[in-house]
């Protein structure tokens, strides 16, 4: 293998793979770290055949000791830090495991790019849990709300920022980290953030019935997953910006993304309702205008569009 570009932890899940292919497509070397927890290798077949000797998998997980030494001795010129403990819920259950993986993880993956210097670390974080419950007259939520997070794993990625931004002035480490809104589209695990979308995917094509928590006018907002990835190029490109929300703005709600999903897929069921689960934010959207001016980022595919091509991926997989 050639010099290394990049190196994606995480790059076996959702996001981080189609980043992976991304990369590769675009000539890069690529090393992929990831412990294969919730990632699969199967998300990693296309890079595998296409990459060549330019990408590498290290089954690892991010808060061994070996995740530092292996970065700062790869001495890549970009790292993406996607790895993490990703459900909300189980951060409740199981708060210091959270901690563990995305707070102390997260630090092993920094030190391993300050010791080599790395030119440019781009973290994902969560927009969708930062701001918590604003007014509403704040919606779209805009990156100079004062952070609220209300769950463990909200407070250890909002935690993972204050980390980047530390170690941009403790140590010059260039590290812009994304508040992601709700991402879906193909290769989507039903458990993850916006799993609603691959849930009601895979229900409606199974034609069982959807549960909806709550009375499903709880909005979030759904931003397409190539998208996202366009937008972690864009951040590796930019010098010096502490991080913007990558979202569309939109709010939609949970009965809205049904009954689009069950007209793609001309499925006339009705869903069930239960009682709302407790810890859930009402209203949520992020505003993508800073992304724009600071990245030259929009979000370019349209709900419909994006949950077309994510029901053909699920349809063929
Ligand atoms: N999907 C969303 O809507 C969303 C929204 C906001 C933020 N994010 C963030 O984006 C990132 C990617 O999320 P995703 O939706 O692709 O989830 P995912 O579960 O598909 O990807 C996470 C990857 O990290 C790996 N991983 C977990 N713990 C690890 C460990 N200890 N060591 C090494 N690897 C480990 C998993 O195996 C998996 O491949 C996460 O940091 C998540 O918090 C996602």
């Known amino acids: 293998m050639k010099e290394t570009n990049a190196v994606v932890t995480g790059g076996a899940g959702f996001i981080g793979s189609l980043l992976v292919d991304r990369l590769l497509a675009d000539g890069k070397s ?42 700062a001795d790869l001495k890549p010129e970009a790292v993406f830090h996607l790895a ?6 189980h951060s409740v259950d199981d708060p ?41 007259t704040h919606l779209p939520f805009k990156e100079s709300l004062e952070p609220k997070p209300q769950s463990p794993y909200g407070i250890s990625k909002a935690t993972t920022m204050s980390y980047l931004s530390a170690y941009q002035e403790l140590y010059g480490l260039d590290g812009t980290a994304l508040a992601l809104a709700n991402v879906y589209g193909p290769r989507q695990d039903p458990h993850g953030e916006a799993g609603v979308v691959a849930i009601f995917a895979g229900q409606l094509l199974e034609k ?22 366009e937008a ?17 703005g939109i709010e939609t709600s949970v009965n809205e993304l049904y009954e689009t999903m069950a007209s793609l897929l001309n499925n006339a069921s009705e869903p069930n ?32 569009d994006g949950l077309s091509k994510t029901i053909e991926w699920f349809k063929e997989n």
């Open 232 to 248: 972690f190029i864009k951040a590796s490109e930019v010098e010096k910006m502490d991080f913007c929300n990558i979202g569309t």
């Open 273 to 304: 309702y239960l009682p709302s689960r407790s810890g859930e934010i009402e209203r949520s959207a992020l505003d993508p205008t800073y992304a724009q001016s600071s990245l030259g980022w929009v979000s370019t595919t349209s709900l419909s």
């Open 96 to 136: 210091l495991l959270d901690a563990e993986i995305n707070i102390l993880g997260t630090l092993r993956v920094l030190e391993g790019a300050r010791r080599c210097a790395t030119k440019k670390v781009v973290v994902a974080a969560s927009g969708g849990t930062l701001y918590g419950d604003q007014e509403h």
């Open 84 to 89: 993490a403990q990703v459900d909300l819920r």
């Open 208 to 229: 069982t019935e959807s549960t909806i928590f709550g009375t499903g006018e709880q909005t979030r907002d759904f931003v397409y997953v190539q998208d996202v990835v």
């Open 30 to 71: 690529v090393v992929v770290i990831d412990d294969l927890s919730t990632g699969n290798l199967s998300n990693l077949e296309r890079a595998r055949e296409q990459g060549g000797n330019n990408f590498k998998f290290e089954s690892l997980d991010v808060r061994s000791a070996v995740t530092t030494e292996l970065i």
